[in-house]
């Protein structure tokens, strides 16, 4: 067995570098890199399990084309595949416009191929419809930041955990979802026993079991909670009057609207004990360092925006944001979705923190990528919803998209699927097929993954890393950065023959120059040489920098962050006599996304085989349910059948299911086709967390085979 070299994890956020040994191009073992200051060696199940995930019969090598729906795929080479997608593209532009395409991306993305699609879309089509699948899990987290801090990026840093003296986790079930950094939290807390870590949940997950004090909030309930605490912390006279004034605005005005709050009528929505959160007020009161860290639970909301403004209310009351041990965390769910944000993948967005709202990012956008002024359209494109909504209108008529998999991952997916089937051209960058998406698509280009490619991604803590390429990619796939290129050639653009990844990096980070992502630093050929560093890093000899936000001076017009006085408001579906229970879903420890990957390691389909409803002992009594009986879910959009596990620790009314089996395993039966696709006003982000369903006992249960989808998975037989 001999050294592969390091890459980081393509699975979620947390960001880990991680060593890969094995023998000709096989991955035999994965070790956490213990200098990398993301995980300092640690790694979870699903890192340590990539290796069976890499050369697997259904990975892509070629591209697949058909003309009808109903014909089989046939292999094509490049020039073909790309002639036909620009064929089409060419047709559809000059017959309907540039907003009749979309590109839909996902936090899987490398930073080089993300800064491309919107030089091409952006800059060239002049098509704002660009997004990602960071609008499920994040996009709430990004117009959190810009409203109330007055830029997207975390203030904080890994190393905060060590400095805290109160870590609220709350809407994160970290233990499984970003193992390695809850991990971090486990070890200093017990380095430091009188350290406090506080976890607000609907449901008692494996964080929660790990709390000093558990708050079992009503889903639904966070605004309310965030309000009561922060009437009890102005009660207690904890806020940091310094501070307050001299770095923020509408305090006055916060004030006033908490002075209103019935602080009693706010505990009872949220259904939490007055005393409870008191103590936890009592405890960030006497801090010197508040940490929160906070991700789907706040962020998979119509209101999701709002929760992340009322949780930063609390740290710039309080003070504690802008120095070491404090500040607001948002959770990134995904390799690169920072990248992605920076990039300005998000219909929204433009390189560099920019957006297409903003007459000057336009202009300068367009004088950077060589265009007459008013290419890029001032009119946010669509978003990750949207663009299925109006696919199935028929107003979109292509959409291209790239290492996600929404036929599993989107809300709705009746809907879904009508969209696609809708579509006159659907385009799928995939590593595997079949995939749920791409078995419904017209085109599939075969990407490199990790591993086979050069690439550079940005972590939860804004941490850039350069990943190199370590074996090659099966076939002729190609890195995604590279497909883009090729495509964009075709369409005889210039501007778009790169030499290699380096090249495109260090066109791209020249735009981030002066702006708060600033990673104008941070060459590829410094990357290559120390692998990562966290931006703001400005200049050649700057070392990057741990934390924002140390002069306490925000990225608002006048340096001040923004109090911003948030009313708690309902989910857009609430339970009803029809419908009584509601529905949250989440991710399992050994699982990620839509299992693309996951679902090949036989280990981590022996831990969790396949998908279960969670239901409240109680409840299932009312139904006379016992463990293991299939239960049916339906919603206003669907019915799914699960088998039924009880547990304490999800609340009375409430059901969890994981949301992570698609099609693939059982045809019709995955968690979305439940789920709501209402979506927020501003951050655009789905209700994934909540809508209302019913439950029935299937009468007669039956012994059912479910063949798990790919070749390393063994049949699961449920009773
Ligand atoms: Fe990969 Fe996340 Fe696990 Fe780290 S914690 S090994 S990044 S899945």
Redo the contacts with the bound molecule.
């Keep these: 067995m001999k050294a592969l070299g390091e890459n980081?994890?393509?699975?979620?956020?947390?960001?880990?570098r991680?060593s890969f040994e094995g023998e000709s191009d096989k991955v035999l073992r994965v070790r956490?890199v213990e200098s990398a200051a993301?995980?300092l060696g640690?790694?979870?199940?699903?890192?340590?399990q990539l290796g069976p995930t890499i050369h697997t019969p259904d990975r892509l090598s070629r591209p697949q084309l058909r003309l009808g729906r109903r014909d089989d795929f046939r292999t094509v080479d490049w020039p073909t595949a790309i002639g036909y997608v620009r064929e089409i593209f060419v047709n559809i532009l000059n017959t309907y416009g540039p907003e009749s395409v979309a590109f839909y991306g996902s936090g899987q993305l490398d930073t080089e191929t993300v800064y491309l699609i919107g030089k091409l879309f952006k800059g060239h089509f002049g098509c704002n419809n660009t997004d990602s699948n960071s609008r499920l899990c994040m996009a709430a987290a990004v117009a959190g930041y810009r409203t109330s801090l007055g830029s997207d990026g975390p203030p904080t840093c890994y190393d905060d955990i060590d400095h805290a003296d109160a870590i609220v986790i709350m809407g994160s079930n970290m233990a499984e979802a970003?193992?390695?950094?809850f991990d971090r939290v486990k070890a200093s807390k017990s380095r430091r026993p009188e350290q406090q870590i506080i976890v607000i949940d609907p449901r008692r997950t494996a964080t929660a079991v790990n709390a000093d004090i558990y708050l079992p909030a009503a889903p639904g309930g966070d605004i309310a909670l965030l309000n009561a605490l922060g009437r009890m912390l102005l009660d207690l006279g904890a806020m940091d009057q310094a501070f307050v004034a001299a770095h923020t605005r509408g305090f006055d005005e916060y004030r006033a609207f908490l002075l209103e709050q019935n602080v009693n009528e706010l505990c009872h929505v949220a259904a939490v004990a007055p005393e409870e959160l008191y103590r936890v007020a009592k405890i960030l009161q006497a801090s010197k360092g508040f940490l929160s860290f906070y991700c789907m639970g706040l962020n998979q909301s119509t209101v999701g925006m709002w929760k992340n403004n009322s949780l930063i209310n609390l740290h710039l009351l309080l003070g504690q944001i802008g120095k070491p041990g404090a500040g607001p965390f948002s959770l990134t769910g995904q390799?690169n979705a920072m990248g992605g944000r920076e990039g300005g993948l998000l219909s929204h967005q433009l390189p560099g923190y920019r957006t297409v709202e903003d007459a000057g990012h336009r202009q300068y956008a367009e004088e950077f990528w060589g265009r007459s002024p008013g290419t890029i359209s001032s009119k946010p494109g669509l978003t990750a919803v949207e663009m299925f909504r109006d696919l199935e209108k028929g107003k979109l008529k292509a959409i291209w998209i790239a290492g996600t998999n929404p036929a599993v991952s989107l809300p709705d997916l009746h809907q879904v699927r009508r969209a696609l089937a809708k579509a006159q051209l659907v385009v799928v960058n995939e590593a595997y097929h079949p995939t749920e998406t791409s078995r419904l698509a017209d085109v599939i280009l075969p990407s490199a993954q990790f591993g086979e490619k050069d690439w550079t991604s940005t972590?939860s803590e804004r941490m850039i890393g350069y990943s190199p390429k370590l074996w090659p990619a099966p076939g002729e796939a190609l890195p995604d950065w590279q497909i883009i290129a090729r495509f964009a050639q075709s369409m005889g653009y210039k501007g778009f023959d790169y030499a290699d990844a380096a090249q495109v990096w260090d066109e791209y980070i020249q735009m981030t120059a002066g702006r708060p992502c600033d990673m104008a630093g941070a060459t590829a050929a410094r990357l290559r040489e120390v692998g990562s560093l966290q931006w703001p890093c400005p200049t050649a000899d700057h070392p990057g920098s741990k934390r924002r936000y140390l002069d306490h001076k925000f990225a608002t017009p006048d340096g001040r962050a923004i109090f911003l006085p948030r009313e708690n408001k309902e989910p857009r579906e609430v339970p009803d006599h029809e419908f009584p229970f509601v529905l949250t879903t989440g991710r399992l420890y050994a699982h990620?996304h839509t299992l693309t990957r996951t679902a090949k390691a036989d280990k981590l389909v022996r831990r969790e085989p396949g998908p279960f409803v969670e239901i409240n002992p109680a409840d299932a009594a009312k139904l006379e349910l016992e463990a293991d009986d299939l239960v049916q879910i339906t919603s206003r959009r669907g019915t799914i059948q699960l088998p039924a596990r009880l547990r304490e620790g999800v609340s009375p009314g409430m059901i969890f299911v994981p949301f992570h089996w698609g099609d693939l395993f059982n045809e019709g039966n995955a968690t979305n086709y439940l789920t709501i696709s209402a979506i927020g006003r501003v951050a655009k982000q789905p209700e994934l967390k909540f809508c209302a369903v019913s439950l029935e006992k299937v009468p007669q249960p039956r012994k059912r085979t479910m063949p798990l989808p790919m070749a390393a998975a063994q049949p699961v037989t449920i009773v």
């Design positions: 980081i994890c393509p699975y979620c956020g947390v960001g880990c991680l956490g993301a995980n640690g790694i979870c199940a699903k890192g340590a970003h193992p390695v950094t390799p972590n990620w």
